[in-house]
């Protein structure tokens, strides 16, 4: 297990300086934030962003994310251009020494939630997603915006994307995350970067969107797409924990080969389709990280792994999920239970 953690770059008030102070962090996570979704990413700029990193004494280990364009999604446009660009950058990023990238394939929105700040019992500020505020959030008033989504769309943008959408079902979907598979894949394998799909946040669909990536059947399904070590997965214990009929343990012993990066996180399921972000530690969740993380050691994981979304600690601002303080507790929690594995096998 090689871990890491999220840095957005540039403009993140958390800065290298300080990660690097974690104890145990070894690996950056972070992307090109600034090249418009589908562009190609060049060699030049990737390596800038990876001496930036080794000049702050880190490696960097993840690319989070190489966005995938909307036209690929659904199949149409200039879907073969993007695809074209997405294995050029793939190949910059490969000579540059990556050799893992994680993605996902949700229809517009990324992750979502309904309240940014919502307060802890103990004064501490989390993510929450409740199902009736988000049934009665439009996303085309404008007046909506998650730190997930792309907010370069115009309201008209956005509204001619739903439109499209309209007819997209979730067989569609799966058509067109194969024809992007059957051409990546390729590419990824001759260049040895290990592809880890990011399963849908929350693992249902929401504003009426397909989302494919939610339970074990199918990411069965998603991986004899392509049957290959590296067409593999992000396992997010947080994005499909929030589903009780997904057993992650289960899915973690499943999927040994095809894991290439987790993201471990806890989380609170709060009745029906409603949950709260919660501390690492297993008793705060309905997740039991000491399973989780020992489901890893049993099975050999030696790929990369990161804290995720912490809450709001200690007076913290700034980008919701992603402070310092409670990411940095939930790693050093995760690397004691890794060493303590380690130690009593
Ligand atoms: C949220 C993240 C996601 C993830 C993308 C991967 O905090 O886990 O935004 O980076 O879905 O493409």
């Known amino acids: 297990m090689k871990m890491t953690f999220r840095w957005y770059g540039k403009d993140d ?3 290298l300086e300080k990660i690097r102070q974690i104890p145990g962090m070894k690996g950056i996570v972070s992307a090109i934030y600034y090249i418009p979704v589908g562009e190609v990413w060049s060699y030049e700029r990737i390596m800038e962003l990876k001496a930036e990193v080794e000049a702050a004494g880190l490696e960097l280990s993840v690319i989070e994310s190489v966005p995938v364009h909307e036209d690929i999604k659904t199949g149409d446009g200039d879907r073969d251009r993007y695809i074209e660009n997405y294995c050029t950058t793939l190949r910059n990023l490969a000579k540059a020494g990556i050799d893992c990238v994680c993605y996902n394939f949700m229809p517009v929105f990324d992750w979502t939630r309904s309240d940014l700040a919502y307060e802890l019992k103990d004064g501490s500020n989390a993510l929450i997603y409740n199902e009736e505020t988000v049934l009665d959030m439009n996303p085309l008033t404008g007046d909506l915006s998650l730190p997930g989504w792309d907010a370069s769309y115009t309201k008209d943008g956005m509204k001619a994307l739903l439109e499209k959408y309209q007819s997209i079902t979730e067989e569609d979907l799966w058509n067109n995350l194969k024809y ?6 390729k590419v990824a394998e001759e260049v040895k970067i290990k592809m880890a799909i990011h399963p849908d946040d929350p693992p249902w669909s929401i504003f009426g969107l397909p989302r494919i ?11 004899k797409l392509y049957d290959s070590k590296y067409n593999g997965l992000t396992l997010c214990s947080g994005s499909l924990g929030v589903s009780p009929d997904n057993d992650i343990v289960d899915m973690i012993y499943s999927f040994p080969d095809r894991i290439h990066f987790a ?3 806890n989380v609170k399921i709060t009745g029906g389709k409603c949950f709260e972000e919660s501390a690492h530690k297993s008793e705060y969740g309905s997740l039991d990280i000491v399973k989780i993380m020992k489901a890893y050691h049993d099975t050999g994981f030696t790929g990369y792994l990161r804290p995720d979304h912490g809450r709001m600690i200690w007076g913290e601002t700034g980008r919701p999920g992603y402070g310092l303080y409670d990411r940095a507790l939930g790693a050093v929690y995760i690397n004691g239970i890794w060493e303590t594995l380690e130690k009593t096998k």
């Open 13 to 15: 008030p958390v800065t």
């Open 263 to 265: 993201h471990v996180r």
């Open 180 to 185: 992007f598979l059957d051409r990546v894949i």
């Open 213 to 223: 990536i939610t339970n074990k059947k199918n990411i069965e399904r998603f991986l």
